[in-house]
Nanobody, 123 residues
Framework: QVQLVESGGGLVQAGGSLRLSCAAS????????VGWFRQAPGKEREFVAAISWSGGNTYYADSVKGRFTISRVNTNNAVYLQMNSLKPEDTAVYYC????????????????WGQGTQVTVSS
């Protein structure tokens, strides 16, 4: 069992940056791939980024490539999403999720989810 808690969301102007954090509890956290998803009002939840259990492999949605960076520190049970050059269309609730495989996280729903953190980008 893995519990996930997101933080770091907020209001930022277009072009600005935010760093989201995902704090995990559970002794086996380092065995899981972790991803970030987002859901904008009136839209379906969509995949943003994922990182393998070792941190050696990362995957990104085309819409965030070159702007967002996912990373993890297993000794801290933490995963981060650095978001730069933010756009109004990045406005959404961002969720942290854990799964067995990072490569297919955009296809197969993760096992565990956090409660989400709001990110609002003003124009």
């Amino acid at each position: 069992q893995v519990q996930l808690v997101e933080s770091g969301g907020g209001l930022v102007q277009a072009g600005g940056s935010l760093r989201l954090s995902c704090a995990a509890s559970g002794r086996t956290f380092s065995r899981y791939a972790v991803g970030w998803f987002r859901q904008a009002p009136g839209k379906e939840r969509e995949f943003v980024a994922a990182i393998s259990w070792s941190g050696g492999n990362t995957y990104y949605a085309d819409s965030v490539k070159g702007r967002f960076t996912i990373s993890r520190v297993n000794t801290n049970n933490a995963v981060y999403l650095q978001m730069n050059s933010l756009k109004p269309e990045d406005t959404a609730v961002y969720y942290c999720a854990a799964s067995t495989t990072a490569r297919t996280m955009n296809i197969i729903p993760p096992l565990y989810w956090g409660q989400g953190t709001q990110v609002t980008v003003s124009s």
